[in-house]
């Protein structure tokens, strides 16, 4: 798990989750309001929430957008989270069962990281790969 989770606040413009993907190199950030988690928003739910293709030509709606709409627009609310002292194996089934790109770990309410497919691959990537054929 990553532990220091990059995270934006409910109220800020979707532009800053662009901003914050493009920086940070991240398709989620988790939403959270003193350190609970409150939500989840993905790349692909600050995508959806840009006009269409036809309507991206109009530069002016496309900043509006960008800053009109807040992050508690987008973001999922209903969260799936995993507590730090998972086995990896069962974190790997939820991904499997739930087909989600990440996870927030979370501990005492309050969020302390992030799980991601990525993680999850480098994981197995790092450990004896001899010994388990494809």
Known sequence: ??????????????RAIWLLMEKHNIRHIPVVDDQNLIGIVSDQDFYKALPSITEIK???????????????????????????????????????????????????GKLVGILTTTDLMRYIAERDPDKTPI
């Open 58 to 108: 109009d530069h002016a709606k496309l900043v509006k957008t960008l800053d009109v709409v807040k992050v508690k627009d987008v973001m999922a609310r209903s969260v799936k989270a995993v507590k730090p002292e998972m086995d990896i194996r069962e974190a790997a089934k939820l991904f499997v069962e739930n087909k989600l790109g990440c996870f927030p770990v979370v501990s005492e």
């Open 1 to 14: 798990m990553i532990k220091r989770v990059i995270t934006i606040g409910a109220e800020e413009p979707i």
